[in-house]
């Protein structure tokens, strides 16, 4: 049974993960007469973008051949798995699909690898994004204008792609990071700004200071959500490097310490 990443109770008008805009091969530059194609030019080019995945990585494709699909966030996505597995070589993800995410931009799923008893991640990337980069791109910018997403607005597809990598590295973790991932912010916290409060009342200043994550991190009511926080953590650092903010950057370097000994234990590293 596939397990998908937990999603914020945060729903009505934002979008939930995941620019494309660099190049979409459906839309001319204006006043130029639109470029004919032969039927199923773009269909093929997209299949075969998105078949380097398999030539280079062994991750099974699906649905990138669909009518309507924008090459320039296929390009996106394919780029961020590139960039990310150059980083983390490691990860087991073994599908990249287009496909129904039930109103997510994108979704990742821990399951099984074909024919092993070995647990990797597959990725869905919706296809009512992927067909329409001009959405992807509105809806992605409107989400971190109000501070729901990190900041990715130039690269809608590939930042929710990167989002999506957080989440596989959770999963190689078993689950380590997000049962850790509060207590140990709160220890960062302690240990650097503890002699702040003398009294030892860190509450709502260790609360202020975890704000700066990105609204996806938290629950609609304002609880924390490590799941989201972890994979948002990633992406902001990854994305933004020193720009990211603490928690941020403390979250992404214990999610990546808690999947090297996994990796470290199978005589990856």
């Not at 973008?49 to 090459?71: C, K, M, S, W």
């Not at 990167?162 to 850790?180: D, N, P, Q």
């Not at 609204?215 to 902001?236: I, V």
């Amino acid at each position: 049974m596939s397990i998908a990443a937990a999603s914020p109770g945060e729903q009505g008008s934002h979008p939930r993960l995941g620019s494309s805009g660099a190049e979409s091969s459906q839309t001319t530059n204006a006043g130029q007469l639109p470029v004919r194609r032969r039927p199923g030019q773009l269909e093929r080019l997209n299949e075969q973008i998105a078949n380097g995945l398999t030539e280079r990585h062994g991750i099974q494709v699906y649905g990138f051949g669909r009518p309507g699909v924008d090459t320039g966030t296929v390009r996106d996505i394919v780029r961020a798995v590139d960039d990310m597995l150059a980083k983390y070589p490691h990860a087991r993800v073994f599908s990249m699909e287009i496909g129904d995410v039930e109103g997510d931009i994108a979704r990742a799923f821990e399951d099984r690898l074909p024919n092993t008893d070995r647990i990797g991640t597959r990725i869905a990337f919706s296809e009512k994004y992927v067909t329409d980069p001009e959405l992807l791109a509105k809806d992605v910018a409107k989400a971190i204008q109000r501070g729901h997403f990190s900041p990715r607005a130039e690269r809608p597809a590939y930042g929710t792609i990167v989002h999506e990598f957080g989440h596989a590295l959770t999963f190689e973790g078993r689950s380590a990071a997000v049962e850790r991932a509060d207590t140990h912010l709160f220890d960062h916290y302690h240990r650097t700004f503890g002699h702040d409060n003398p009294g030892g009342e860190l509450t709502e200043s260790y609360k202020n200071w975890r704000g700066q994550l990105s609204g996806y991190s938290f629950w609609k009511e304002g609880d924390f959500h490590p799941t989201e926080a972890l994979a948002e953590a990633f992406a902001d650092v990854e994305l933004n490097g020193a720009r990211a903010s603490e928690p941020a950057q403390v979250l992404h370097k214990m999610l990546v310490d808690t999947a090297e000994p996994k990796w470290r234990k199978e005589g990856l590293l």
